[in-house]
């Protein structure tokens, strides 16, 4: 709360933001007065604010693009692509930073640097250099003075979300988890080096597969002598955005056939990384995967990244299955075992809920099935249900979607299921043996080896506590204080009743015998008893909202 008050111009400026814009919600609660749930305004005017209130907010709304657990498909298309409207930083500012943080002058270093950058984001900009080895390559630069900025725009969005945390909204989606997410998020990419590193990953990973030929894809090689956390040396490599590129067929395939091979490249690519390595780039659009001079096709920007434990990877396979299947009591069970916490969630419904989502692919075929699309509604379901999924599988979501898009924008004819058929054997060979089958069996021996030698004790065991009569069963039933609390709370109204109801019974019978004065008294002594008691046993019963 405290930032509030303190950043007071920059809340003023935020304000004026959000007033230019009729944002009415946000307005009450940066004014401080009283705000109910919070209400988002259209896509288009949220997508404006955070475009005008700078890099920060910028790198928010592409991180809520993430989220499909959260906001509605709408929200996610339109925060999706955006990018901040900032001019790129001074060269004399960004010279300086780069001296700063190389060990050795930067004439020893560079033999050129293009003052011009190729690209300028929210929070850093690239510049084609050549060492002085000859060798090209690509300089990401932090922008100067971004760190104050975000330690700045950090805490007021962390006090803001303490104010939402009280609304429904905010418990629902545990609003100040979201912002520490967030803010653990920018604090990542405000360091190169692990940029750098998961860079170093992916490049691995790609480095050899029986999926793919591994030496028509590429991800750039980093420069780690050159690497610091506002500064990253990568290899320069020579090409186009894949959806600007011209591809040029050779003497044995033709255009249309080398879009199909390109396809199919990226997509098993990525199915590698998702379902086998765990660690994925979750960030393919078309400006992150490039079409190169002589023919391969390079993934850049691993500022985004994405991962998923084999228990995830498993779950994940298998609701593609379903929802194939159409089976929406599969598609119920597998959500709410990848679900956080406890919460109570009633199956029937959920079940009909994804029942009435797959309603309407029954009349199509597998090929006519937008698996991206389809789990956006997956993590719509769980939303309207009040389940809360891990934020991971945004991340997966929003992959599978851009993967899908940048497909069908560089080939219209791809079709999702046929890509995927062939890997699937080996999918499920490798979940169910891993990687090394020989040494899985030989542990599935040893467990089954460990279980027989135990298992006759344990059954001796089992049958002497059954015969002694000194078994005993340990149960917990969910919600069974509520229910005691419930028939407690019954018991005693009923108690009231009677009491209410022998106190009108006595004082009847008294005002019919003998009239005397203190008979009378006592009389009317026990009815206005009874009725007080009456009165708020009625008022109890009322204010609970549970008459019927």
């Given at each position: ?50 475009i ?18 959260i ?40 033999a050129?640097?293009?003052?011009e ?13 050549t060492l ?10 932090q ?5 104050t ?24 989606f ?23 590193e ?15 030929d ?7 090689k ?44 990226l ?10 390595d ?28 994405g991962?998923l434990?084999?228990?995830t ?10 929802i ?10 597998l ?9 109570p969630v ?5 079940s ?12 199509r075929?597998i ?22 999924l ?5 991340l ?8 899908e ?65 000194t ?23 009923l ?15 008294i005002?019919?015998g ?35």
């Open positions: 709360m405290f930032a509030l008050t303190k950043n007071t111009s920059r809340q003023r400026e935020i304000a004026e933001v959000v007033f230019r814009n009729g944002w009415d919600y946000a307005r009450r609660l940066l004014t401080g007065n009283n705000a109910d749930e919070p209400r988002l305004p259209s896509p288009e005017v949220l997508r404006n604010i955070l005008e209130l700078g890099p920060v907010y910028v790198k928010l709304g592409q991180l809520l693009s993430t989220r499909p657990d906001l509605p498909g709408r929200y996610v298309d339109k925060l999706t692509d955006l990018q901040a409207n900032v001019p790129p930083a001074p060269w004399i500012e960004v010279e300086n930073l780069i001296r700063q943080q190389l060990s050795q002058p930067i004439e020893a270093v560079f050129s640097i293009d003052r950058p190729v690209a300028a984001a929210s929070i850093g900009q690239v510049y084609r250099a002085v080895g000859g060798q090209q390559v690509a300089i990401k630069v922008r100067p003075g971004i760190e900025v975000v330690d700045r725009d950090i805490s007021l969005i962390k006090s803001l979300a303490e104010l939402v945390s009280f609304t429904e909204f905010g418990k629902d545990d609003i100040v988890a979201l912002a520490n997410e967030f803010t653990d998020a920018i604090k990542k990419e405000l360091n190169f080096t692990t940029e750098a998961h860079t170093e990953q992916l490049r691995r990973i790609l480095s050899e597969s029986n999926w793919f591994a030496s028509q894809i590429i991800v750039p980093v420069y780690f002598d050159l690497t610091t956390p506002k500064l990253m040396t990568l290899e320069w490599l020579e090409g186009k955005p894949i959806l600007q590129a011209k591809i040029t067929p050779t003497e044995k395939k033709d255009e249309a056939t080398r879009r199909d091979e390109i396809t199919t490249l997509f098993r690519a990525f199915f590698k990384q998702i379902y086998i765990g660690f994925f780039h979750a960030d393919p659009h078309p400006g992150n995967v490039f079409y190169l001079e002589d023919g391969r096709v390079a993934i850049l920007d691993c500022g985004m990244i991962r434990d084999p228990r990877q498993q779950i994940l396979t298998e609701m593609l299955l379903a194939v299947d159409l089976d929406a009591k599969r598609c119920s069970q959500t709410l075992e990848l679900a956080e916490g406890g919460q009633s199956l029937e419904r959920l009909n809920d994804y029942d009435r989502m797959l309603r309407k692919y029954y009349n075929s090929s006519q099935i937008n698996f991206s699309q389809a789990f956006y509604e997956v993590l719509q379901v769980s939303r309207n249900n009040k389940i809360r891990p934020s991971n599988m945004g997966y979501a929003k992959t599978l979607a851009n993967l898009g940048l497909a069908r924008g560089f080939d219209p004819e791809v079709n999702f299921l046929d890509q995927i058929k062939p890997l699937m054997v080996d999918l499920f060979r490798r979940q169910l043996f891993g990687e090394r089958p020989l040494e899985t069996l030989l542990r599935i021996g040893l467990d089954l080896k460990s279980l027989s030698l135990r298992s006759p004790r344990q059954v001796e065991l089992l049958l002497d506590r059954l015969s002694s009569e078994l005993k069963w340990n149960l917990k039933i969910r919600e069974i204080d509520l229910l005691s609390l419930s028939i407690e709370d019954s018991a005693n109204r108690s009231f009743s009677i009491l209410v109801g022998s106190l009108i019974m006595g004082a009847a019978i005002s019919t003998s009239a005397t004065t203190q008979v009378s008294i006592v009389s009317n002594v026990l009815f206005a008893a009874a009725s007080l008691l009456g009165l708020w046993l009625v008022f109890s019963i009322l204010r609970s909202g549970r008459l019927r």
